[in-house]
Structures are given as C-alpha cells and as structure tokens.
C-alpha cells in the first residue's frame, strides 16, 4: 500500500487545516501546518516567534530560508516515515524547489499534492466566520462549525478569538498574495503529473468524502 505524503495546496480559508485534522484521525499520519508551528513559536515568545510575528500580522510571507529550516527540521523526525500532510508549505516556487531538496536529501518522495479549490468569495467568508481556541488552537467556523456554546472551545472552555491575520483588511492582501506567488504552484505540480484537484466548496462532510475517497485510490494505486 502506498504511503501518504502529501502537499494540501489551495487559498488561506480553503479548509485545508479542516480537512487534514480529519484525515490524521483516519490514517494516522502527522498534520504539517506551517502556520500553526509559526504561531505555537509566537505564542512561546521563541527567537523564532519573535522574528516572524509582526509579518505574520501583516499578512506577509515569512523568509524562504526559516521554513526550509523549520520544514526540515520537522520532516527528519522519525513519525513522518509512515506519511505526512504538509498543510501551508510550500508557497511559493522557491520553497517547491526547497521541498525537493529536502525531500531528496531524506529519502522521501511526495504520493501527491491535493488542491482544494474554492472561490475567493467563499473563502473571504470562511476566513471572515473562523474563530479559534487560543489555548488547544481548535478551529471553529461562526456559521459552518459551530461551538457548542456561543464562543467557548469545546474542548476546553476556553473564549474563541479571531487571528489577527484574519480580520477584514489583511484576509483581501492574503488572498492577492496567494495568487501571485502560491497559485504558480498548481501548474508546477500539474506538469510533474502530481496535483488531483478536489471541489472544496461544499460542507465540510461532503470535502471530507471527496477526499477519503481520493486517499483510498492513492493508497491501492
Ligand atoms: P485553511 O487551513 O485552508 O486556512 P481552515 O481549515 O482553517 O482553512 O478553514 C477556514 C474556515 O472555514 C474555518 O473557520 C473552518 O471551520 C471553515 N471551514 C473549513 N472547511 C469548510 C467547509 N467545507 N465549509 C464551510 N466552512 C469550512
Ligand atoms: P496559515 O496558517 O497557513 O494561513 O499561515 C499563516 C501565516 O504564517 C502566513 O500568512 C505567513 O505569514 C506564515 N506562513 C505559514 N506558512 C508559510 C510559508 N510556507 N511561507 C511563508 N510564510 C508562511
């Protein structure tokens, strides 16, 4: 059977997050978000954290040369030899090509990348309506993924607040810059014959069966 290594391609709000959390629960394999490991660094108050923070917030890129560090450094441990979701990396051509090396240099080769395609418009309004834990870093969603309670975290009771990088003005120069230097990549990953592109637009049930379905066929492939 063949493993899971896998890129989550698609626009911030997309679900790729949402999606991956699920897929770990079935198949095991470690979730990869650049940006929650960004964000754990900030929240610790790390060197890491404190290098990256304020272009977090301003919806920029953080430097090519901390994540292939960061990516790395991650990919070498042991639990990724079974399979991984790499959710936010890479970002852009220079970091696909980083992402080889990498992966070179550790033996591993990419199973493939799923693109979860969405609408700007769709994912302005998911962006806009998440909501997370800042504690257990729990994803919400104020219309799709309710809490139980009005805004408490499930899990921990802890209030929601939103991400900085997601209040209105910075979601519109997130979005920009995914397409001038993220979208590159779905022709890239085309050429090589890698990208299985998934309609990503319905609930989160009906993402989660699309892609189930896509996973199995890898695996038997
Ligand atoms: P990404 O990791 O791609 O940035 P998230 O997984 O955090 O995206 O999802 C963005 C927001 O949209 C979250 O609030 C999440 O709860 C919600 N969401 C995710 N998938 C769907 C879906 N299929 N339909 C509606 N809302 C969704
Ligand atoms: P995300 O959680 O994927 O939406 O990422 C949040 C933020 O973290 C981004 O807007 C960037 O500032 C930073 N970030 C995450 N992954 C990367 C990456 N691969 N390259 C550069 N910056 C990143």
Do not use: W
């Not at 896998?6 to 897929?23: E, N, Q, R, S, W």
């Not at 890239?188 to 592109?197: A, E, G, H, S, V």
């Amino acid at each position: 059977m063949k493993k899971l290594n896998l890129i989550f391609l698609g626009p911030p709000g997309a679900g790729k997050g949402t999606v991956a959390k699920d897929v770990v629960e079935r198949y095991g394999v470690p979730h990869i978000s650049t940006g929650d490991m960004l964000r754990d660094a900030v929240s610790a108050g790390s060197e890491l954290g404190k290098k990256v923070q304020s272009v977090m917030e301003s919806g920029q890129l953080v430097s090519d040369e901390l994540l292939f560090n960061l990516v790395k450094d991650r990919l070498s441990k042991n639990d990724c030899t079974n399979g991984f979701i790499l959710d936010g990396f890479p970002r852009n051509v220079n970091q696909a090509e980083d992402l080889d090396k990498i992966l070179k240099e550790l033996e591993l080769s990419l199973t493939a990348v799923i693109f979860l395609d969405v609408s700007e418009d769709e994912v302005v309004k998911r962006i806009s309506n998440r909501r997370v834990c800042p504690k257990c870093s729990r994803v919400y969603n104020l219309i799709s993924l309710k809490p139980k309670k009005d805004t408490q975290c499930d899990d921990d009771g802890t209030p929601l607040i939103q991400r900085e990088d997601d209040k209105a003005e910075t979601v519109r120069k997130r979005y920009q810059i995914y397409i001038d230097k993220t979208s590159p990549l779905i022709r890239l990953y085309r050429d090589r014959n890698q990208i299985i592109t998934i309609d990503a637009s319905g609930t989160v049930d009906k993402v989660d069966e699309i892609v189930f379905n896509t996973l199995e066929e890898l695996r038997q492939d």
